[in-house]
């Protein structure tokens, strides 16, 4: 059983050998960068300043919306089966999902969609995408979602994370990424520039290809671009 103590405010939930501290949502997400911050400021730097400095909010389509809808079913289904794509059921345990998790160091925090431990105790982050990938390779914003997965278990286990997986449901197809020391800087370095934008207040001057600019982040209608 997972149990479940309130201890100044912050949830303190203990399975086992495992602690797992976790915050009522709204109270530092301030002063903290969320997972999809890092996505954002990887796709464009903007995103992040209309959605944490101007609160303004994205008009989403209703493929976007479906995603959303069809990501919960997704999970869900893993959860049942115990197993996701070719993978194993007796390799690949799953030990939790939609997790909550912050650093105070990093200043981050996220849900991890699925966290799972494989036969010999090593422990990484799954994350879910309802879309497909980038020609059989994982986008570069995802990638460094998976990233910051894999440092938020580090600190929130105590365990070490080397690797982590996405799954783009469109194309039931699993890819990996290995989770390196310059990886990990770069995803701090990222993690200040972030901060950065928010304290400041200050509209990036960064600019993406043309080519980004779809309408697919939602904020087309906003950006002076």
């Not at 915050?23 to 890092?38: A, C, Q, W």
């Not at 730097?45 to 976007?64: D, S």
């Not at 959303?68 to 794509?85: C, L, V």
């Not at 995802?142 to 365990?159: G, S």
Request: aromatic fraction near 10%; glycine fraction near 6%; include cysteine.
């Amino acid at each position: 059983m997972l149990m479940v103590e309130e201890r100044m405010g912050v949830k303190r939930m203990k399975k086992k050998d495992l602690y797992i501290y976790t915050s009522p949502r709204g109270i530092i997400d301030e002063n903290y960068v969320t997972l999809t911050d890092i996505k954002n400021w990887i796709y464009c730097p903007k995103i992040v300043y209309y959605n944490r400095v101007l609160r303004v909010k994205p008009l989403v389509g209703a493929v976007q919306e479906a995603g959303k809808r069809i990501h919960k079913e997704e999970i869900a289904r893993i959860m049942r089966r115990k197993g996701i794509g070719k993978w194993e059921r007796k390799i690949y345990i799953l030990k939790e999902k939609e997790v909550e998790l912050y650093s105070q160091r990093l200043r981050l925090r996220g849900i991890v969609d699925l966290i799972v431990m494989n036969e010999y105790g090593e422990i990484f982050p799954v994350e879910i995408k309802y879309m497909r990938s980038n020609k059989g390779r994982i986008w570069l914003d995802h990638r460094f979602q998976l990233i910051a997965q894999a440092m938020l278990i580090e600190e929130n286990y105590n365990r070490p994370v080397k690797r982590a997986y996405i799954y783009y449901c469109v194309e039931q197809k699993v890819l990996k990424t290995r989770i390196t020391k310059k990886d990990k800087e770069l995803l701090e370095e990222i993690i200040r520039k972030i901060l950065d934008i928010i304290e400041s207040e200050e509209e990036p001057k960064t600019r993406v290809p043309k080519s980004r600019c779809t309408g697919g982040c939602g904020y087309a209608w906003v950006c002076k671009r």
